[in-house]
């Protein structure tokens, strides 16, 4: 079999991979390379010229494909569950100080919290969602209550 053919079935296994994967691209570059490769062999390129090329097509093809996803998934992502909450404004329920979590009321919801900083926040402070850990959200407070 002539390494042409078996480039082509390279391209054909990788194609199907892509096909059957849930959509990471992962698998498109490498069959863009071998395509590539093929190409070469076709024109009698030497074999190791043929793998330098398989590799250098692949390797460009997923970093650009890996740019263009990150920048399809930022512009759509809608932020939910406990994500959703970062950066919303809540009062303080419960006490919190570093060693104990305490509680904030969020959109009407109770949350457990963590000061952001170290320092112990009272009752009735109006503070700010910083982030999460579990189930925890970090909170901050906001001066002037603003």
């Known amino acids: 079999m002539e390494i042409f053919a078996w480039w082509g079935l390279f391209f054909a296994l990788c194609l199907l991979l892509e096909l059957s994967s849930p959509g990471y ?3 498109l570059s490498f ?9 070469a062999a076709w024109y009698d390129v030497a074999p190791m010229v043929q793998g330098g090329i398989f590799l250098g ?3 460009l093809t997923f ?3 890996r740019r263009y996803v990150k920048r399809i998934e930022q512009k759509g992502a809608i932020k939910t569950n406990v994500d959703a909450l970062h950066g ?3 009062v303080v329920t419960e006490d919190i100080s570093p060693l104990s979590r305490g509680w904030v009321l969020v959109d009407g919801e109770p949350w457990a919290a963590l000061p952001y900083d170290d320092t112990p926040i009272k009752k009735g402070a109006v503070v700010k969602v910083i982030g999460s850990a579990g189930t ?3 909170v ?3 001066e002037n209550n603003a």
């Open 31 to 39: 069959s863009i390379g071998s395509l590539a490769a093929g190409v």
């Open 25 to 27: 691209f992962f698998f």
């Open 140 to 142: 901050k407070k906001l």
């Open 63 to 65: 970093a650009l494909l």
């Open 57 to 59: 097509i692949s390797a």
């Open 88 to 90: 919303k404004k809540c």
């Open 136 to 138: 925890h959200l970090t």
